[in-house]
Every structure is written in C-alpha cells, then in structure tokens.
C-alpha cells in the first residue's frame, strides 16, 4: 500500500506566477489534510477536505490560497500571484475517518525567486 | 485553543545514549502522535498514542492524558535518529486539524 504521494517535491515560482501542489492519499483515505511549515518553524494546519468537499479552510490565507479535492483525482492546493513569504514547505497528510491517525507525504519545498 | 509546548527545544547526544523528549499539552485530548522530520525534510510517523504506552524498537512512547502529557524515549541512540521530533493534538476534541508543538531538535553525534 503506497503511502501519500506529493508532487512537485521542489518547486521553484518567480514573484507573481501561480503554484500547484499536488497531494494523493493513501489508498481508501477519503480524508486529506493541508499543512504548511514556515523555515525553522513547526507545521501550521490550512485546511482539511473530502471528496469534493472543503470541510475546514480556517487556516487558508484569505486571498491567493485555494484547494480543491475532485471527486476522481488528486487533492490540489493553488496559489495564485506568489510571493516571497509564500516560500515554505507544504505537507499533505490523509486519514481513512475522522478522529483517526493522520499520514503525512513528503512535502512539497515551495521557492519563490 | 490548545497550547503545545516540546522540551528540550535542543538535545545534542553522542551515539549511543538514551534520551526522553516531553509534549505538554493544555487541553483533553483524544489523540497524540508523534513525528521524527529527518534532515531531509520529511515528516516520519511514530507513534499514535491517545494513552498508555506503546513500543517500537528502540522508540517508545508514553501519553499520560489525565496529566496533559506525552513522553518519547529514544534508546542506544543511532545518527539516524538525528533531526527534529514533534508531538502534534487535535486542536478540540474530535476535530481534524492537528495543532504541533515547535519540537525538539535532536543531534546525535558519532
């Protein structure tokens, strides 16, 4: 059973351009978690999504930021107009239900030049 | 919302040492678990531990809910084991969203 599977693992944005990460759960988790990780920082939770559902976005930045979770196919997180403070490290975890352990990916290192 | 503190903040071992690393947390939980981020970047599961104890190899962990804490012990400490570990809770019961201390960085010297 492969684990979470993220992808680009490193991507490098000038100011301005638009960032997609990708995130595919394990397999039969229906439950995806976005986190992000700040340099020397701990990981800070943005949002958490099922099938076609955003169920908690309380950690979103409110402008740029959006995720999506389609019905067939991976979990997306975009960001749109990148900035420099957007630099950082974007963890995707899944679970199969809810109050269960979550799974983390290996991260997808965000550079915005 | 919940506070999680980790401590030490830095360890700095030589090889073969034991070592115990702390989460304390401010609120119930239902659920802990801890992570070991090695120094490539990524976030290795551990443990899920809402109470007891639980073993794994030379790693075992200890979550004392009633008291709002969790312990980490390393033994025979390898290289390896080196980089940052990282308790993380549920920020309220029952909810997704997994609230992480700031961790404790781990160095272990041959």
């Known amino acids: 059973n492969a684990g979470v599977m993220q992808n680009p693992r490193h991507l490098v944005r000038r100011r301005g351009q638009e960032a997609r990460l990708r995130c595919s759960p394990m397999?039969?988790?229906?439950?995806v978690y976005w986190y992000r990780q700040l340099p020397e920082e701990g990981l800070k939770f943005m949002v958490y999504?099922?099938?076609?559902?955003?169920?908690?976005e309380s950690g979103m930045p409110k402008e740029r930021f959006s995720a999506e979770f389609p019905k067939e196919g991976p979990s997306i997180l975009r960001i749109q107009q990148v900035v420099r403070g957007d630099s950082a490290a974007y963890f995707c975890?899944?679970?199969?239900?809810?109050?269960?352990?979550?799974?983390f990916g290996p991260g997808t290192r965000l550079t915005v030049t | 919302g919940i506070q999680v503190e980790q401590s030490p903040p830095d360890l700095i071992l030589q090889e073969g040492a034991n070592s115990t690393l702390r989460c304390n947390f401010s609120d119930s939980v239902n659920n802990l678990q801890w992570f070991h981020q090695n120094p490539w970047g990524q976030l290795i599961n551990l443990f899920y531990?809402?109470?007891g104890t639980k073993q794994n190899g030379r790693l075992s962990a200890t979550t004392v809910a009633t008291e709002r804490y969790s312990l980490l012990y390393i033994s025979s400490s390898q290289t390896t084991d080196s980089g940052v570990y990282f308790c993380?809770?549920?920020?309220?019961?029952?909810?997704?969203?997994?609230?992480f201390g700031q961790g404790t960085r781990l160095t272990i010297n041959p």
């Open positions: 397999k039969g988790h229906s439950h």
């Open positions: 999504l099922q099938k076609e559902n955003i169920i908690d």
């Open positions: 993380a809770v549920p920020i309220i019961q029952g909810a997704q969203k997994l609230v």
């Open positions: 531990i809402p109470s």
């Open positions: 975890a899944s679970s199969p239900t809810t109050d269960y352990e979550q799974y």
